[in-house]
């Protein structure tokens, strides 16, 4: 084979291995019909408390993580005696649009003792790049282990509305 054409052969290679790799990217960023894959910027309203901000993020493969500017250490929230812990978790498909999700941030006290758990579950409806929570239950589960928790303090549902980030 002569040099120009194992050259030739190689740029060939390396150009499809890019444009292969640059397909395969572009799904995972949820621009595909019905996909959820990405992260949501949204407003959060919950009993007793001002609306927040959250950010939601729904990842390939079943997990999700999230933080918000209320239960969060560098929150300085006068509503709170106590701050938590990014939430990390998991999400399905549900019917219709739906996304069934659940994470898990832990809390601690003024002292910044681990005190339990804050677990949030969720049914929300995702058309497009618009996010609608349909319903959540929000519980603080107080004790070092998360299965058997010594208390459950109920939180209520929560209202949490917003958009997909996207890459304009």
């Known amino acids: ?34 996909d959820v894959v990405g992260t949501y910027i949204l407003t959060v309203t919950a009993a007793g408390t ?13 997990t999700l993580s999230e933080t918000n500017t209320t239960l969060h250490p560098n929150s300085a929230n006068p509503f709170f ?10 999400w399905e498909r549900g019917p219709e649009n739906t996304v ?13 003792d681990h005190v339990g758990y804050l677990v949030v579950e969720a049914t929300a409806r995702i ?4 996010f609608t929570n349909l319903e959540s239950d929000v519980n603080i589960l107080i004790g070092p282990d998360l ?22």
């Open 1 to 34: 084979m002569s040099k120009k054409r194992f050259t030739l052969l190689i740029v060939l290679s390396i150009a499809g291995m890019s444009l292969l790799g640059f397909t395969s990217a572009s799904g995972d960023g949820g621009d595909q019909a019905g």
């Open 50 to 62: 001002p609306p927040f901000s959250e950010l939601l993020t729904l990842h390939r493969g079943g």
């Open 81 to 90: 005696a106590f701050n938590g812990s990014d939430g990390y978790g998991a």
């Open 100 to 112: 069934v999700i659940k994470f898990v941030k832990m809390v601690f006290d003024g002292t910044n």
């Open 127 to 130: 058309e497009g790049d618009e």
């Open 147 to 168: 299965f058997n928790p010594f208390n459950v303090i109920p939180l209520g549902p929560t209202d949490a509305v917003g958009r997909r980030i996207t890459v304009d």
